[in-house]
């Protein structure tokens, strides 16, 4: 029992460390599947595998994983830290109660069908279960908290962005079978330490990797078409990644953003657009203080992040604005599980948890309503459409729910200055993600947030912008 515990540790461990170094154990996806794999091709094992183990492999994965994010939020919390904390042991227990659900299933469907010695026939089971497990974690594992969807930063996809000619193939095939063909990689190289002979080995090796080599060849075939040179508008849009409150005193706060854009220009002549990250204009309402807009430079195109409130209702808000008026007015069309919203909220059950969660996380800020309305643009000139994508929406989004065409740019402004700085990688991973986006959704994606800010194009390269 102890020889099974430690490959389920060993396990564990290369999935949550493949996402916390990324650029240099990053290859881990390819392979923490295999001592799994091999509890499945030994008849012995395979017997005294279940759910406890299956529960045991994903309390180490998803208390280890998301880690930064959890103790962030705990130290978030204004009151009630010691809700914070077993909200988040809950919260690993949910997770991990669905890692024993697939391990369960796993062990007993392949002892049900006896497929005896038929290595490869067990291997292929094991790999479409566990398929069916990732979908549902990148996809839908958050069913209970009021909306239908996943975890995509901890999808075992997410890792191969580092490299973009890995995931090219996603031009031409959805996520979901991108997914299938490196969990199958993954347990189909266990199979290479059951054959002696070398061709055996060759031979599941390359059949393992070839939907990633054949990704490779053809973004080598397609090179010369991708633009790696900086188009004429990258020098136009330069970023601040700073934040702004001054409670009672927007006004002061309105006249530092307005020397911070001075100093910008003074770097960069060419810039023509600033944007700051989501809710740098911390808690204010331009729309109703429309006078700040006046202390704000009125040749330079400024897109920055607050709120707006209406109807008692508070979004969380994008104001564009230009010669001296505010141009457009778009609010955010998702809220953030705990950031912005209640656990249970929507749901109009468990009303006692979210009183809780109200005066843990919502004492000095609002809670955020979702915009129902289509999603708009920002209108630069005639040659520049900018889409706006505020944070979470492009993290939570499988597809983009706008109107325009595929040759349109997002901005995806973000705000990560609530992690801590145990959590950098999860900011890593917040950048990892608008970059496999711009791949996949074969976009142009300007990516903004308190500490980075990258363009990002539908081949994965990456122009970083100008910022301060």
């Known amino acids: 029992m102890l020889f099974i515990y430690l490959l389920l540790t060993i396990s564990a461990l290369s999935y949550t460390f493949a996402f916390m170094f990324l650029s240099v154990t990053w290859p881990l996806v390819f392979i923490f599947l295999i001592p799994i794999s091999h509890l499945i091709v030994n008849k012995n094992l395979l017997s005294k595998i279940s759910f406890k183990e299956g529960f045991f492999w994903g309390t180490i994965a998803f208390s280890l994983q998301p880690i930064g994010t959890y103790y962030s939020v705990i130290k978030m919390a204004e009151n009630y830290k010691i809700f914070a ?26 002892d049900l069908i006896n497929l005896k010695d038929k290595n490869i026939s067990k291997i292929l089971s094991l790999a479409i279960i566990t398929w069916i497990y990732f979908c549902f974690v990148q996809n839908y594992i958050l069913w209970p908290f009021g909306r239908l969807e996943g975890l995509f930063l901890s999808s075992p996809i997410l890792p191969l962005a580092i490299q973009p000619k890995l995931i090219y193939m996603l031009h031409y095939i959805k996520k979901e079978l991108l997914l299938f063909f490196l969990i199958s990689c993954s347990c189909l190289l266990s199979l290479i330490f059951t054959y002696k002979k070398i061709l055996f080995k060759l031979t599941i090796f390359l059949l393992a990797f070839s939907p990633f080599i ?31 409150y001054n409670p009672g005193n927007n006004k002061k706060s309105a006249k530092e953003i307005a020397q911070e854009i001075k100093r910008l220009k003074e770097q960069n002549n060419l810039t023509q657009i600033i944007l700051f990250p989501e809710s740098a204009f911390f808690l204010c309402d331009l729309n109703q203080e429309r006078s700040l807009i ?57 009303s006692y948890i979210d009183k809780i969660v109200q005066k843990s996380y919502f ?51 973000c705000n990560d200055s609530w992690l801590e700085p145990c959590a ?26 308190y500490s980075s800010s990258y363009i990002f194009d539908k081949f994965g390269n990456q122009h970083k912008l100008i910022n301060i």
């Open 294 to 350: 006046k202390y704000l430079d009125k040749d330079i195109h400024i897109i920055i992040g607050g709120i707006r409130k209406k109807n008692d209702k508070v979004y969380n808000t994008l104001y564009h604005i230009y010669g001296g008026k505010i141009e457009n007015i778009f609010n955010k069309r998702h809220s953030m599980l705990l950031t912005e919203r209640g656990v249970f909220r929507e749901l109009n059950i468990f």
């Open 85 to 110: 904390l077993f909200m988040v042991i809950f919260l690993i227990i949910y997770q991990a109660f669905y890692s024993g659900l697939w391990i369960f299933t796993a062990s007993k469907t392949i």
């Open 214 to 244: 054949i990704s490779s060849l053809i973004y080598s075939y397609n090179k010369k078409y991708i633009s790696n040179y900086k188009k004429e508008w990258f020098n136009k849009i330069s970023s601040i990644s700073k934040a702004y």
């Open 424 to 449: 950098k990688y999860i900011q890593n991973l917040m950048v990892l993600a608008n970059k496999f986006k711009a791949i996949y959704w074969r976009r142009y994606i300007i990516y903004v947030d």
């Open 363 to 413: 004492q000095s800020r609002p809670i955020i309503k979702p915009s129902n309305k289509e999603r708009m643009s920002f209108n630069i000139d005639r040659n520049l459409q900018l889409i706006p994508y505020i944070c979470s929406e492009v993290f939570f989004n499988n597809y983009p729910d706008d109107n325009f065409q595929d040759d349109s740019t997002i901005i995806s402004l």
